[in-house]
């Protein structure tokens, strides 16, 4: 975001259904689609399925279409890399706080649910290093960094994190945006301006905090801030401050133990990359500036 069924999911089935449609070969040349699929874990190539967690209340890496299809960022990548494999891939929808716990008990495959990469994930800590469960490995695809975003006209003069001492701020539970605001409460609380963090289920949840003047600002991740200033998203109602800080990768979370498939879906995004696929799904996001030139295995900080 699994005992075998979670209450209230959605579950969207999507993907090719035969190698021949998705691979466009059955070529097992060295380095092809074919010679990849022939690497995947025997279960996973048995079943035919990619079984994704993924939450989909984050445009646009990964949201509903008004029908309810899943659609975003992720999306289009998920749906190209089990293309590229001859794989069917079905999108769980859970939320965020549950997607890594599903990917670790193995209720999926993996997850692409814009999940910044970051040591302590891999290595499963919390802020003072202690360590809460296995961690997971990344496959990483996407660079982006948390931005700050605030009502139009930023009524509350808010440019840095330290603006937001002795304000309230909103943002989405189990993100990295979260971790971020409980580190920043200390300096607030030394500076004599204690931080109050309003948590939510969803991003979307945050920003009508944020246009109800319930809190000053959201943090998210820039590709959702920058969304979220579009006409016809916020409405106008909403802009950027400040730059972007603490960049780091999305990524593909597997679980410890997943390394072969981990190191077939490495190999298939480079693929991807090289062909032009890749570039033409963040083109169609509006998102190239976050581009990676290859994939990398567990490069987050």
């Not at 999306?75 to 494999?85: F, P, Q, T």
């Not at 679980?255 to 693929?271: G, P």
Request: aromatic share 4%.
């Amino acid at each position: 975001m699994h005992v075998s069924t979670v209450p209230g999911r959605t579950l969207a089935v999507l993907g090719c259904l035969t190698l021949a449609a998705c691979a466009g070969s059955t070529t097992t040349e060295p380095g092809s689609a074919g010679s990849l699929r022939a690497q995947l874990p025997r279960a996973v190539r048995d079943a035919g399925v990619l079984r994704i967690a993924t939450d989909l209340n984050y445009p646009p890496v990964d949201f509903k279409q008004p029908d309810g299809t899943p659609a975003g960022l992720d999306i289009d990548l998920a749906r190209a890399l089990g293309s590229h494999l001859g794989l069917r891939v079905e999108f769980t929808d859970l939320p965020f706080e549950k997607v890594l716990p599903a990917v670790r008990e193995r209720r999926v495959d993996l997850a692409v649910s814009a999940v910044l990469d970051t040591r302590q994930r891999q290595q499963g800590l919390d802020d003072q290093g202690r360590t809460t469960d296995s961690g997971v490995d990344f496959v990483d695809y996407f660079v982006t960094g948390t931005s700050i975003l605030v009502r139009r006209g930023n009524p509350a003069g808010i440019g840095s994190l330290d603006d937001l001492c002795g304000q309230t701020v909103a943002l989405q539970r189990g993100t990295v945006q979260d971790e971020i605001a409980q580190r920043q409460t200390a300096a607030c609380t030394k500076a004599g301006k204690p931080l109050t963090i309003r948590r939510t289920d969803t991003d979307q949840q945050a920003l009508a905090e944020v246009a109800a003047g319930r809190a000053v600002a959201d943090l998210n991740d820039y590709p959702v801030a920058e969304y979220n200033t579009r006409d016809g998203q916020g409405g106008g109602r909403f802009q950027v401050t400040g730059g972007q800080f603490l960049t780091s990768p999305y990524g593909i979370a597997l679980a410890k133990d997943s390394t072969a498939l981990r190191d077939v879906l490495a190999k298939a995004l480079d693929q991807l990359i090289r062909n032009g696929e890749y570039d033409r799904i963040l083109e169609r996001w509006g998102v190239p500036g976050g581009a990676v030139s290859s994939a990398v295995v567990n490069g987050g900080r």
